[in-house]
């Protein structure tokens, strides 16, 4: 298992398009993924659901989890769209 935090960088936090290109990058992954904010129960990251209703903000730390072969590999994927602001019109 392989983990890593990682503080979310969309201005406006994970919802919407950020949540749908985050469960976009994690079901493109060959590992099973989860995340979870501050001490709260970790949810499949697959779920777009689950991860819009963690409610992240701008600048919260979530903690991503991979669990397989190429699971530090996929947690550089996804915490790359994590830490990005997706909602920079620049």
């Known amino acids: ?9 969309s201005r406006v936090g994970l ?3 950020p949540a749908a290109l ?3 990058t994690v079901s493109a992954q ?3 993924m ?4 501050g001490d709260g129960a970790p949810v499949d990251a697959r779920s777009i659901l689950r ?9 919260d730390t979530v903690v991503l989890e991979a ?3 190429g699971a530090e590999e996929a947690l550089d994927a996804v915490a790359t769209v994590v830490a990005e602001d ?4 620049a």
Do not use: N, S, Y
Not at 34 to 37: H, N, Q, S
């Open 51 to 59: 991860v819009l209703a963690l409610g992240a903000k701008h600048g």
């Open 67 to 69: 669990d397989g072969e």
């Open 15 to 17: 919802h919407a398009r």
């Open 1 to 9: 298992m392989a983990q890593r935090e990682v503080i979310v960088g």
């Open 22 to 24: 985050f469960v976009k």
């Open 30 to 32: 060959p590992v099973k």
């Open 34 to 37: 989860t995340i979870r904010k």
């Open 86 to 89: 997706h909602d920079d019109p």
